[in-house]
């Protein structure tokens, strides 16, 4: 596997970044996720670190980071990390989406825009593995790789004060589902009844970094169904270990 | 319990934040000037991060079903209890049925109630500090009943704590954030020589400064952000991020605001003036 130069920066008292190559691919998440493993093998307590594509931010709950002695901690871990381990599981979920108009706000516009049929489009979407290269913006928001370009539209221009939970949206190279109701900007597809976050729950977030998403489209008799299924605790969306 | 009978403007439970779940995209929160959260509860005896009321502007009035103790800092908002005045940095014995309000902000915009023993609501990710939909509310509402403990008797160790007035401060500390080396000289100069006023979009999540400065066309990854981070626009507009604040953006961190810098911003409210001074 390549070794990727990074950088190294303080980011203001108690974080430092971490940056790769400006680049979104799998080889660099991988990398990224190798680094975090040898930092948390050295069993330091208090550091919490956030991933997205290209960078990871380490932040230090406890006081202020000595920043020249952490870079030297880090520039160790990064020799000495060992290459894509095999105890990261990794999962490939499907998620399943309702592509209705009742849901999907901006399906007409979106296929006008993009010069397909709706069905065409939804087939686009459903027909590609995405990778989750981060989450953050909200509290279980995933940010997907793996768009095809011929689903690459333009957010919208006037961002929506309310988009509804589970909200299924296209942006730039993004797609993406919105954990809880929020403003957004996102060009919204469909509606994915699957709860992403759950604070009650030990693991509120059930899907990692790393993991992989496929969408399938259901009606909206299953959508109410998954929904119901989901509230009550019954629902499981279909997972299966890629690297077990 | 503590009954609200008035929530005020926009008051909420905090303590110092809820740690550990950045990676899964859920702020920090907690309160928006802790220096004050920290000097309320030394009074008390109370942990740094038991959980106070956090009171922007206009002060909610507040019933106490048990007797206790409590005390005020931050903003200077004239209080009563049972209608005698009581002031920000003392300890404050409290009766059952007395009753405490607010009456007008003087300095600061963020006041702080602490109470013995911190105030008791559920934790939700090992922290009390309201974030809707992280906790089911996002902040107090009329007729909420907070629990606290009882105390009867408490000799306070310190009768006051010295007060700096921080908040009274128009320069706040920065760092240079990841993307500083992106900015032009002509955007140097704008930061470090001018005087910013806060606009109107301004709250727990971020504030906006009102002048724009002169804006750009580069772009970056999504990548972290912290409270105090400060972003750059590609209109030239400068936004803060706050407790509240998304953990991820993609806009250049051009700035780290200072810790301390944070609570003396969390002071500010629409029309303050402050500058920039890089440490």
Not at chain 2, 219 to 243: D, E, F, N, V
Not at chain 2, 246 to 268: C, D, F
Request: charged share 25%.
């Amino acid at each position: 596997m390549k070794s990727y130069p990074i950088s190294i920066k303080p980011f203001g008292e108690r974080a430092i970044l971490v940056e790769w190559p400006k680049e979104v691919n799998e080889a660099i998440l991988a990398d990224i996720l190798d680094f975090m493993d040898a930092f948390k093998e050295k069993g330091i307590l208090g550091w919490e670190m956030s991933v997205a594509y290209n960078s990871v931010t380490m932040v230090y709950n406890f006081g202020p980071v000595d920043f020249d002695e952490t870079k030297v901690v880090i520039q160790e871990c990064r020799k000495n990390q060992t290459k894509s381990k095999t105890q990261r599981i990794q999962h490939l979920w499907t998620l399943p989406v309702c592509y209705d108009l009742e849901f999907g706000l901006d399906m007409e516009n979106v296929a006008r825009t993009l010069n397909l049929s709706t069905d065409e489009l939804i087939k686009q979407h459903t027909s590609h593995e995405y990778v989750v290269y981060g989450i953050g913006f909200l509290p279980g928001f995933m940010y997907l790789g793996g768009l095809p370009s011929t689903l690459e539209i333009p957010r919208r221009a006037e961002p929506r004060l309310k988009v509804e939970k589970g909200a299924v949206g296209l942006a730039g190279k993004q797609t993406g589902i919105y954990p809880q109701e929020s403003p957004g900007g996102w060009n919204i597809i469909g509606n994915c009844p699957v709860n992403l976050f759950d604070p009650d729950k030990s693991t509120p977030c059930f899907i990692n970094v790393g993991d992989k998403i496929r969408f399938t489209s259901i009606s909206e008799a299953e959508h109410k169904l998954h929904k119901i299924e989901g509230e009550v605790g019954i629902y499981k969306p279909e997972k299966i270990a890629l690297n077990a | 319990m503590l009954k609200v009978l008035k929530a005020g403007l926009y008051s909420s439970i905090q303590d110092l934040g809820r740690f550990g779940y950045r990676d899964i995209g859920v702020p920090v929160a907690g309160a928006m000037d802790s220096e004050s959260v920290k000097k309320a509860n030394l009074l008390l005896d109370n942990e740094e991060n038991d959980a106070v009321m956090e009171i922007t502007m206009t002060g909610p009035t507040l019933q106490f079903n048990y007797d206790t103790y409590i005390s005020l800092s931050g903003a200077q908002i004239m209080a009563t209890l049972n209608n005698e005045p009581v002031y920000n940095y003392t300890v404050i014995k409290v009766k059952e049925g007395d009753i405490l309000s607010y009456g007008r902000l003087e300095t600061g915009f963020r006041g702080y109630l602490a109470i013995k023993g911190g105030f008791k609501t559920g934790k939700v990710l090992n922290s009390r500090s309201h974030f809707y939909p992280v906790t089911k509310m996002g902040r107090i509402k009329d007729g909420d009943e907070l629990p606290y403990e009882a105390t009867q008797n408490y000799a306070p160790k310190i009768s006051g704590v010295k007060i700096e007035e921080l908040f009274g401060l128009g320069t706040l500390k920065v760092f240079k954030g990841p993307e500083f080396s992106l900015l032009s000289d002509t955007q140097l100069a704008d930061i470090f020589t001018r005087t910013f006023g806060v606009s109107k979009e301004n709250n727990r999540m971020a504030y906006q400064l009102a002048e724009l400065i002169t804006g750009h066309s580069h772009s970056i990854l999504t990548s972290g952000t912290l409270p105090g981070t400060i972003q750059l626009t590609p209109a030239g507009r400068m936004i803060i991020l706050m407790k509240d604040g998304q953990t991820t953006g993609g806009y250049p961190r051009i700035l780290q605001l200072s810790e301390a810098s944070i609570s003396i911003l969390a002071q500010k409210k629409y029309g303050d003036e402050l500058r920039f001074k890089l440490v």
